[in-house]
């Protein structure tokens, strides 16, 4: 699975660049993922926050 917050196309128009992350770094992460055969791909920092803290939710239950 592949994981992006915020991606630089015209839907997150509205989104400070600071946020975003550029198409191409996405698509090469992905690549990257497929390559090395990774069962997921966490493109930026906010979906690693994310995926950081679902996993104190799951393991505290």
Known sequence: AL???YMDTDM???V???Q???PA???ALALDGVARGAQEVLADDLTR???QGL???T???
């Open 16 to 18: 400070p660049a600071a």
């Open 55 to 57: 996993g104190r939710v």
């Open 12 to 14: 997150a128009a509205g």
């Open 59 to 61: 393991s505290a239950v």
């Open 3 to 5: 994981h992006v917050g």
């Open 20 to 22: 975003k992350t550029a």
């Open 49 to 51: 926050g994310v995926r």
């Open 25 to 27: 770094l996405v698509a």
